[in-house]
């Protein structure tokens, strides 16, 4: 006798499960051809901006006075007096201290003494010398007399000088008690309080304060060896400056030049040390907002324009060891092109090789898509943020 298999039975909720997967199925037999395609993903692309540029570089510098002065006294005694406020802008010719001048003013007064000695000694010996030459012509006095009359008035007239150069020093020293401001600038603190005793005359003077000139201001920076041969070859070609002499200088906090100098100076040997040349630049600084020693930031361009390529920096990819665009060709289709970039112009990049001008690139969207993607471009034209200003003089990184 054969025996049937009992007939299997689904729960009820799996069975009600499986309709809506089976009409799915049903429906994709019968309609395999009506499914929507992916739309391709948008992206950004502009054309190149064609302009033409300065290559410029920017050095790291600090300012200088273009003139400091030590004040040191000339004579020593006790100091008497301090007559600046420490920190204010003098002018030359402002008293800035006082020495005890009574002991040189006694000196003076010795010495217009000795002075009026030596004038009544040379009066006397030309009024002997006088008789001595009626005398000499009647045979009446010796010639040795005569001769000893003649040389005593050369040895008054001597003494004479001598007490005029003692009488002019002992005034000059009384002159240099009062100290007075060599030349206009800002003056630091006073170095030597009222009543100490100064010592002057001599390179071991006390340095009583110090003075630094204000307007104008020169700014010094150092260019390397690499930049000089090439501003050099740039030169040889021009027959001229490879750099304009009017440079900019941005101050600490600002992203672009807010101050105009000129190139005055170029060292005349490369430090061997650093392998840089000291070049210096003079700045106006009529409202003195500029100190020595204060850090900046020269912008030196070039002296010639040269047109360029510019897309974003953002837009510069890196494939492996390459620098890339990615571009649109004609068929809407994603193509990478391999460019050397150049330097920064604000938020631009310039491409020195590997770009033409018509080329669509992909500013916005790239990292979505892949090469041979088919996309949807939107076009949009550069913008530049920022004045064209090349990134810095320690060369930008464009490898």
């Known amino acids: 006798m054969k025996v049937l298999p009992e007939k299997i039975v689904l729960p009820k909720a799996l069975a009600l499960a499986a309709l809506p997967l089976a009409a799915c199925l049903a429906l994709s037999a019968c309609h395999p051809d009506e499914q929507a395609p992916p739309a391709p993903p948008s992206v950004v692309v502009s054309r190149p901006v064609v302009q033409n540029v300065k290559d410029v570089d920017v050095y790291a510098g600090r300012f200088e006075a273009i003139d400091t002065v ?186 672009q030049p807010s101050l105009r100098g000129r190139l005055d100076f170029t060292d005349n040997r490369l430090d061997n040390s650093t392998g840089t040349l000291r070049e210096r630049a003079r700045i106006a600084n009529p409202d003195s907002r500029l100190n020595p020693g204060q850090f900046g930031r020269v912008y030196l361009s070039s002296s010639a324009a040269h047109p360029a390529l510019l897309v974003p920096d953002s837009a510069v990819a890196t494939d492996a060891t390459r620098r890339v665009l990615y571009l649109v060709d004609g068929n809407d289709k994603v193509a990478v092109r391999p460019v050397v970039p150049g330097r920064l112009f604000g938020n631009l990049r310039e491409v020195a090789s590997g770009l033409q001008a018509g080329d669509a690139v992909i500013v916005d969207g790239f990292q979505r898509v892949r090469v041979g993607d088919k996309v949807k471009p939107i076009a949009r034209p550069i913008e530049a943020r920022q004045a064209p200003v090349a990134a810095s003089g320690a060369q930008e990184d464009s490898q």
């Open 70 to 255: 030590d004040v040191r006294p000339r004579v020593s005694g006790y100091l008497e007096k301090v007559a600046f406020r420490d920190g204010a802008l003098v002018n030359k010719g402002d008293l800035l201290f006082v020495i005890d001048p009574r002991p040189y003013q006694a000196s003076v007064t010795a010495a217009q003494g000795a002075m009026e000695r030596a004038r009544s000694q040379l009066a006397l010996s030309q009024q002997e010398f006088d008789r001595a030459s009626v005398l000499i012509k009647t045979d009446t006095i010796a010639q040795s007399l005569y001769d000893q009359r003649r040389e005593a008035v050369r040895s008054a007239q001597a003494e004479v000088t001598s007490a005029q150069g003692a009488l002019e020093r002992a005034q000059l020293d009384l002159s240099f008690t009062r100290i007075v401001a060599p030349m206009s600038g800002r003056i630091s603190r006073k170095r030597v309080s009222e009543g100490n005793l100064v010592k002057g005359g001599d390179s071991d003077a006390t340095v009583l304060t110090t003075i630094v000139s204000q307007d104008p201001i020169d700014f010094y920076f150092d260019i390397d060896e690499q930049s000089y041969l090439r501003y050099t070859r740039e030169a040889a070609k021009g027959q001229g400056n490879a750099v304009s002499l009017d440079v900019g200088i941005a101050l600490p906090g600002e992203t």
